[in-house]
């Protein structure tokens, strides 16, 4: 797979963010349904759409000849990548927006199953994924227009990459059974949810002050066990994260180890040092 340089990811601009959309600070974790016992074999409808933002002209012919045969492609589709809906999607972001504002996540309960679930199986997806991602970054494909950095190539490479990390990441539950993400969502304020932002490369805030959960720890735990299998994760961003909730949380509240920090998850983004990441949008921003 093809490697860029994403310590720029944390500072580029007009990225779509999260806390943007009103937050209901009255919402509990009763309103928020209990994750299903079963999962269709269809996603939601209306079903939300990656990349329905815009898919830049500026890409070369053979870029978006290839998104637009991927885009199309039943398979990529029924595998409904939920780290490209995180990032990418303005369906996806109207239908949390609605959420948000109603109090009302039964919609988003049933899609955060399907995408942690997927048709035929997490596994097949995974596997499909990660070939689509090899193939993004080939010479005939995208190769080009991500090393010059350009902004969707980019952001299609990071999210495909994340695909199987954000799709195990969905299915992690609280206690009660009930999805740690929409919980994220649902609390009256941003900080659990910056943690959702991490696998785009978007550091935790200083001022941030995720709550010691189960949740946050589940999610960062599997953050740090998948750096090493995961290139497009930016050991740098979660192992900083880590340690600033681990410093509010207790040493031991994330397992951390400093060999992490130099995990080979680094080498994706050391290749173009000079790639520039612009315009790609990230999961949420502060209001």
């Known amino acids: ?40 074999s269809y996603p939601p409808s209306p079903t939300p759409t990656p990349l329905d933002l815009s898919i830049s002209y500026a890409l070369s012919d053979s870029c978006l000849m290839y998104l637009g045969t991927l885009l199309s492609s039943a398979e990529f589709l029924t595998c409904l990548p939920f780290s490209l809906l995180l990032t990418s999607s303005s369906s996806y972001s109207s239908m949390l927006s609605d959420a948000m504002s109603t109090g009302n996540y039964t919609y988003l309960n049933a899609l955060v199953g399907y995408t942690h679930s997927p048709q035929p199986s997490g596994e097949q997806c995974d596997a499909y994924m990660a070939g689509v991602a090899s193939a993004l970054t080939g010479k005939g494909n995208c190769l080009s227009d991500i090393r010059m950095g350009k902004a969707v190539a980019l952001e299609i490479l990071v999210g495909i990459g994340n695909y199987a990390l954000l799709r195990k990441a969905g299915g992690l539950l609280d206690s009660s059974g009930r999805f740690c993400y929409l919980d994220a969502v649902a609390d009256g304020r941003p900080d659990d949810l910056y943690l959702w932002n991490l696998p785009a490369g978007i550091a935790l805030p200083s001022t941030s002050r995720p709550t010691c959960s189960a949740c946050s720890a589940q999610l960062l735990n599997l953050y740090t066990s998948s750096l090493s299998s995961t290139p497009t994760l930016n050991s740098t961003i979660v192992n900083s994260a880590v340690q600033s909730v681990n410093s509010a949380c207790g040493s031991t509240f994330v397992s951390y180890s400093a060999t992490s920090a130099a995990s080979p998850s680094r080498r994706m983004w050391n290749l173009w040092p000079g790639a520039v990441l612009c315009g790609i949008w990230s999961i949420w921003t502060l209001l």
């Open 1 to 40: 797979m093809a490697r860029v340089n994403v310590d720029t990811l944390s500072t580029v601009t007009g990225r779509m963010d999260p806390t943007r959309h009103k937050i209901r600070a009255d919402t509990n974790e009763t309103s928020i349904p209990l994750a299903p016992a079963f999962i269709p």
